[in-house]
Structure formats: structure tokens, C-alpha cells
């Protein structure tokens, strides 16, 4: 989710959602350590409970990262295992390390010991075209032992040869009954399944096998998706948002960023997702992609984007929530 879950995308979806754990995009321990790394770690209070990302593979660079990521307050350190990319390779990072199980144990060691934030790993069920379990439950086994209490599976193999990234999420086959499977066999650890899960009632299915459910592009491309996950997998009542009263909340959110310079672009392009598959869906993201370009444009054009939304789509949205 790099580029898309940033802390701007991460206030809309707790608009939408008070309970679902939000992620950060993918931050590699090099941005953090010498980079801007208040650019990365900055969040509002309202996105607990949040877990932070890192792509990395060295243990000493990886502990100072946890430890930062407890000093500003995140509830969850998550190393990525499963990113495919050819740039995330090259940097001997994701899914090329379920090659070498011992490093990432010394990473999540190290991370456990640095931090008092719960370390968790992301990873696939495999690589390239091996269709045993045996790299993933070697994986496991490995950073159990180095203090994880959660496993998040993409149900993929990472393919690193010959696939992009957008195709390793497409292509590889979806094998649920193997992260399935490991939650039976490590009753102890917490398993959360990943990959190709597209709605809450797709998500409840699994909830009867595994202890969670991780959506990743749904979420951020159709984040109305998570209107019902408070009533339907927490047994809370939903309220009475709308996705008029999300994109008005958004609104005050722009005005405050704004005034501390946040250009207003970065805001709103996590909108326009919002009326996926709504009367009015285009309008909507039409408005928002050129006006909100426009010289001393603010946060107004979210009320002139909404305007242009039919009647009808604001209704079944009221109906939704």
C-alpha cells in the first residue's frame, strides 16, 4: 500500500470505521533513519488503533525504527514480508526474505527486544512456483520463537521473476485452506488472512477459521466497504454516517491541514473513492480531480463534489450506514 495508506487516507477510513486496525503504507528503515521520518511517523489521535509498516533487513536498523514507532505512540510494529517488487528486492526486503527465516527471526528479536509495542510479520504463503508449506511454516516457527504473537498471510505466493507487482496480486492462485490450515497448527499465535477478500461479508467467512482479516486496495479504492464493520464483526452499532457526513468531516480535516500547510491534493485524493459504484460516482471524482487543483481552491470543493452527487446515491448511502 505504499503511497496510498498515508495518515491523510488513514483520518478518512477512521471516519468510516472506529474499530478496524489501520496500517501505514510500507516504510523502509532508510526513510525513517535518514530521512524525513516526522513525514512518516506523524498520525491524529483519532486513527488508534494504528500499526505502523517497515520494510527492512537489517535487525540493529529495524530496532531503532521499533523503538521510534513506540515513541510516537503506535500500537503495532509490522514487518513486511510479502511485498513482491523488484525495488523491495533490491533492497533485500519482503518477500525475498522468506528465503532466510533466521534473519527475519533476528530482525523480530531485535524489535521485540527494543520496543514494548507488540511486533507483528506480513508475509506469503510461498515463493515463485514452490507450492509446499514448508517456507512459510518455517518462517513461523522462527519468529515465534523470536517473541511474534501475529502472522498476517497473504494466501499468495510472492512470484519475484517475471510478475509486477499489481500481477503478483493478481495471478499467483488464492490457496486459503493453507493460512487456514496454520492457524491449526499454531493455535497459539494469532492469524490474520490477507489477499483478494473484497467485502465484510467475505471477511466474516474467514473470521470462523482465522482470528482476523486484513483488506488492503478494497479498502482504500472502495472504503465504504468498512461502513459495516463496526455492526457486522465488532457487534457495535453503526451510527447514523453517511457518506456525506464522512465527506463533511473530511472537510473540517482539509480546513485544519491546510492551515498548516498540507497542499490540498494530498487530501483529497483519498476521496474519490468514497461513492464507488454510486449515482454520481463520476461527477464526484471529476469535481474533486480538476478543481481540486485549481489556485486558492480549499476545502469548499468537497461541498461542490457533493452537490453533483444525485440524490439518489446520497440516499442509498443514508440506507447503508
Not at 520494510?55 to 500500537?75: F, I, K, N, T, V
Not at 533490491?90 to 527471526?105: D, H, S
Request: with cysteine; glycine share 8%; aromatic share 6%.
Amino acid at each position: 500500500m505504499m503511497d496510498l495508506t498515508d495518515r491523510h487516507a488513514r483520518y478518512l477510513l477512521r471516519l468510516i470505521s472506529r474499530r478496524a486496525r489501520l496500517y501505514t503504507e510500507m516504510i523502509t528503515t532508510g526513510a525513517l533513519l535518514h530521512g524525513d521520518a516526522r513525514r512518516f511517523l506523524q498520525f491524529d489521535d483519532a486513527e488508534h488503533p494504528v500499526a505502523i509498516q517497515l520494510g527492512g533487513s537489517d535487525p540493529r536498523a529495524l530496532s531503532e525504527c521499533a523503538r521510534l514507532a513506540a515513541q510516537w505512540g503506535y500500537d503495532e510494529v509490522n514487518l513486511n514480508v510479502g511485498c513482491p517488487s523488484d525495488r523491495v528486492q533490491n533492497g533485500r526486503f519482503g518477500a525475498c526474505l522468506m528465503a532466510e527465516p533466521g534473519l527475519v527471526a533476528d530482525c523480530v528479536e531485535s524489535m521485540v527486544t527494543a520496543s514494548s509495542v507488540p511486533v507483528t510479520v506480513k508475509t506469503r504463503i510461498g515463493i515463485d512456483r514452490d507450492d509446499t508449506t514448508d517456507r512459510l511454516y518455517a518462517l513461523v516457527e522462527r519468529v515465534r520463537r523470536a517473541g511474534c504473537r501475529t502472522v498476517i498471510v497473504h494466501a499468495r505466493n510472492a512470484w519475484l521473476q517475471g510478475l509486477s507487482p499489481k500481477e503478483n496480486r493478481e495471478i499467483p492462485p488464492l490457496r486459503y485452506p493453507v493460512v487456514h490450515a496454520l492457524k491449526q497448527d499454531f493455535p497459539d499465535l494469532l492469524v490474520v488472512v490477507n489477499g483478494g477478500i473484497d467485502s465484510v461479508p467475505d471477511a466474516c467467512g474467514h473470521l470462523a477459521r482465522v482470528d482476523g482479516v486484513m483488506v488492503g486496495r478494497e479498502a482504500y479504492y472502495n472504503p465504504w466497504m468498512l461502513s459495516t464493520v463496526d455492526a457486522e464483526v465488532y457487534g457495535e452499532p453503526g451510527g447514523n454516517r453517511t457518506r456525506g457526513t464522512v465527506a463533511a468531516a473530511f472537510a473540517e480535516y482539509v480546513e485544519r491541514e491546510m492551515t498548516t500547510g498540507t497542499p490540498l491534493t494530498a487530501m483529497t485524493k483519498h476521496l474519490l473513492g468514497l461513492f464507488q459504484g454510486q449515482p454520481g460516482a463520476r461527477a464526484w471524482r471529476r469535481t474533486l480531480s480538476e478543481e481540486a487543483r485549481m489556485p486558492g481552491t480549499g476545502p469548499e470543493v468537497i461541498d461542490r463534489a457533493l452537490a453533483r452527487v444525485s440524490p439518489l446515491g446520497e440516499a442509498t448511502a443514508a440506507a447503508a450506514a
